[in-house]
């Protein structure tokens, strides 16, 4: 067991590792983004859009990632106490199905993962941001 719950946790660490990179190139692309219609004066309410539909992924992303973090702390907690043998490793989807709480709750789940300042920044800068300049260019 101790060696499944081991390597269960090299792979997850590894995918939140992973996740987080990805998160930083949503950010990219929002600051591409903002930029880009900057310079070509583009309209400000669908760069304000884009902005808003890549903050949202972003925080969908970091629920995924929060997700692998609980489970990884789970497996910590196990490795602790190794003799409990009822909890084996590789449970992880059946632990996400079995906490699901519907629809309402995975969109509650994302929202709040959005805003949150790690995901938050830098789309709320970035959002004023278009809207400031876009009156002063516009």
Known sequence: ?????HNEWIILHGDIEKYEKFSLVIKLVSVLVSVFSMAFIANKWIAVAVILVLW???GIWKTFQKRLETRVVFIEK?????S???HMAFQLYSQWGD???GVVGLVKEYLSNSIKP????PYA???????V???FVG
Not at 1 to 5: N, P, Q, R
Not at 118 to 121: E, G, H, L
Not at 125 to 131: C, D, G, R, S, T
């Open 133 to 135: 300049y876009s009156q």
């Open 78 to 82: 196990k490795l602790k106490n190794a």
């Open 99 to 101: 906490k699901r709480q």
């Open 125 to 131: 800068f970035l959002v004023l941001l278009v809207l």
């Open 84 to 86: 409990d043998e009822d």
């Open 118 to 121: 790690t995901v938050a920044y």
């Open 1 to 5: 067991m101790k060696t499944d719950l």
């Open 56 to 58: 949202l992924q972003d």
